[in-house]
């Protein structure tokens, strides 16, 4: 007989995951870093004992939302490729159900992320237990259910001796490059503290190997073809460059074979933003480079991509009425998309593989000197919106669709006169340029895209998969826990901020050093360009009081460094880009948490960049301004593909 010791089911979750390791390209790395937790009566006496009494080589962590906490851990997860986790365990109820979109959000963008809600007793003995959802259509239901959908593998520990089959498919999926997202084990309250005799086996020190496996040979000869025909060929790079660490290697492929390559927000920073052949962001928030070269591609290689909507247009970016699509993906499910022919492996691999086929071929593209032209007009652009000022006298917004009290009511009542074109282009000239900056939902995403530049190797962190406002403050505590060394920033709308920014606290509680960049621009701003430019008004959308039954009085303005200032950040408010890049040298000398308020004037971001975005618009209203949007969204959804 095996060897056994006695403990809780919490005492012997925490001791295996102390013993988790993975392998990539003969790196060991802890997979395990800590815990994130809120203690509730679902987890205090089970799972905090086990914490309390023997936690191991885990830190724990105090989050202040669960949702909050998550996005701290997926952050974290993200920012090391992968490759270390932090779990995060909350109560029942409602500690459960606020890390449901964070879960979500993880699963989008196929970042492992491994949540512990506890769940109701599964004696019922005090049903219902305080916090515990009932359906009178069945007792065996929870809160916890919830998760199912937005999780890649789903568990819930009724007896001690499940845990050892739960925690072994939690690894297999946390560990998988293709599969991996969120995992949710629910743990019922009185079975945490129950003691089971665990064999011994079960806590030796696991090694999970991510292996390279390169697509079949067949695979490879199927593409090699498809691109050995192209004139005009172009690259879509995705997540999965970066996290497959196979960055250099598309450059090179680029450079041998006179490839051009577009940037997914996710994969944005795999590859340098300074190589000759790097466009930028393509799609809806892309470069008009990136978008043009689009246009005329007659083969796309999409490495590492979903292709969703705003990478493909809506499916109307690539209008080459013979373009073809080829994909490497290491998750076969994406690399069905776009009716692809497909090479299903690991992106490094793959392409490496790829170039030896093309190589012998004597491959080489057609263009000759459409992308030099394509990056020459995207320089005079980035000049041009880097030195985007605000006059007094006709000033001009990049967006025209709006109310016309905003702009000047905004700047009577802040005196901010920042652009917010400018203010990227100015903290990227003050900045660090080993720094890393991270990005969510709003508009600052698509000026991101298009503006930012960086030749670090993971310096641009966008959550763009889920786009979840509230992610941004969040995530720069997960980013600087994974890079202590390095100066982090994030880029928040006003909107954004308000949402979720809880985790300010445990960043200050940790002593970790953040950048928050606040861009106040009273409301929502990009949800406000998408209704006006489709033919409706600016309805709940700015930051107004109300008036009758709508929010349609005067703007609300809000003090950000003074909420800053209540939890013991170093604050700044500008309303100059002087006085945002001298805020931004002095935060440089900060130990402490940072936070910059940019009093940003509405509708001064970047516009589409011939791209277009199907949208769900009325088909019949009284307005002419909607009927007239609506037929161009119909004239688009024709020219689309359809699958």
């Avoid at 979500?104 to 004696?123: G, Q």
């Avoid at 994909?327 to 030896?356: P, Q, W």
């Avoid at 000239?429 to 995403?445: C, Q």
């Amino acid at each position: 007989m095996a060897s056994t010791t006695r403990m809780t089911v919490a005492q012997a979750l925490v001791k295996f995951l102390d013993n988790q390791y993975v392998e990539f390209d003969g790196v060991e790395t802890k997979f395990v870093e800590g815990f994130f937790t809120i203690f509730g009566h679902g987890i205090a006496v089970g799972l905090g004992e086990a914490l309390d009494t023997n936690p191991g080589q885990l830190n724990v962590y105090q989050g202040r939302n669960e949702q909050g906490m998550c996005h701290v851990a997926t952050a974290f997860a993200k920012q090391n490729n992968r490759r270390r986790i932090i779990p995060c365990a909350s109560s029942v109820g409602p500690g459960a159900a606020n890390m449901v979109t964070a879960c979500a959000t993880a699963t989008v963008n196929n970042i492992p992320l491994l949540v512990f809600p506890a769940d109701t007793f599964a004696s019922r003995q005090p049903d219902p237990v305080l916090q515990q959802l009932e359906q009178s259509s069945s007792l065996a239901v929870t809160t916890n259910d919830a998760f199912k959908p937005v999780c890649k593998y789903w568990d819930r520990i009724v007896r001690p001796e499940q845990l050892m089959s739960a925690m072994i498919n939690a690894m297999r999926v946390l560990t998988d490059p293709a599969e991996t997202g969120a995992v949710c084990i629910g743990l019922c309250q009185d079975v945490e503290g129950e003691s089971y005799d665990y064999p011994d086996y079960f806590f030796k020190k696991r090694v999970h190997r991510i292996t390279r496996q390169a697509a079949a040979e067949e695979e490879i000869n199927d593409i090699a073809e498809i691109i050995a025909e192209a004139k005009k060929p172009l690259i879509v790079v995705g997540g999965g460059v970066k996290y497959s660490e196979a960055g250099e290697t598309v450059e090179k492929f680029c450079e041998e074979f006179k490839i051009p390559f577009g940037e997914s927000q996710a994969g944005k920073s795999a590859c340098r933003s300074s190589h000759p052949y790097c466009l930028g962001g393509i799609g809806v928030t892309g470069t008009l480079a990136a978008n043009d070269i689009a246009e005329e591609a007659d083969v796309v290689i999409a490495i590492g991509s979903r292709m969703s909507d705003f990478t493909t247009g809506s499916k109307r970016q690539y209008k080459n009425e013979d373009v073809k699509f080829v994909t490497i993906n290491n998750s076969r499910f994406h690399a069905y998309k776009m009716d692809a022919v497909k090479a299903v492996g690991d992106a490094k691999a793959t392409v490496e593989a790829l170039a030896e086929k093309l190589r012998a071929k004597g491959y080489q593209s057609s263009y000759n000197g459409e992308i030099e032209a394509e990056k020459a007009k995207w320089d005079a652009e980035m000049e041009r919106l880097a030195n985007y000022r605000y006059q007094e006298e006709n000033f001009e917004p990049m967006i025209q669709a709006r109310d016309p009290r905003t702009i000047p009511e905004f700047v009577k009542l802040t005196d901010g006169r920042i652009t917010q074109t400018a203010a990227l282009c100015a903290i990227r000239r003050v900045i660090d340029e080993d720094a890393t900056i991270i990005t969510a939902g709003g508009s600052l995403p698509s000026c991101m895209q298009r503006i930012w530049t960086t030749d670090k190797r993971g310096g641009y962190h966008a959550e763009y998969g889920y786009s979840c406002m509230g992610y941004e403050v969040a995530a720069a505590l997960g980013v600087k826990i994974a890079e202590p060394d390095n100066e982090v920033y994030t880029v928040v709308g006003d909107s954004s901020f308000q949402m979720l920014h809880s985790e300010i606290m445990t960043a200050m509680q940790q002593r970790k050093k953040i950048n928050i960049l606040v861009f106040d621009n009273c409301g929502f701003g990009c949800i406000n360009n998408l209704e006006m430019n489709h033919g409706i008004g600016s309805i709940a959308t700015e930051f107004r009081y109300q008036e009758g039954n709508k929010p349609t009085g005067d703007l609300i303005p809000v003090d950000y460094a003074k909420i800053a200032e209540g939890y013991g950040l170093k604050s700044y408010t500008v309303r100059t880009i002087e006085e945002l890049e001298a805020a931004l040298r002095d935060a440089k000398n900060q130990d402490n948490a940072v936070l910059i308020d940019l009093k940003v004037i509405p509708k001064t971001m970047t516009d589409g960049y011939n791209s277009w975005w199907n949208v769900g618009i009325a088909t019949t209203s009284e307005k002419e301004s909607v009927r007239e949007a609506c037929e161009g969204v119909m004239e688009g959804r024709r020219e689309a593909r359809a699958y």
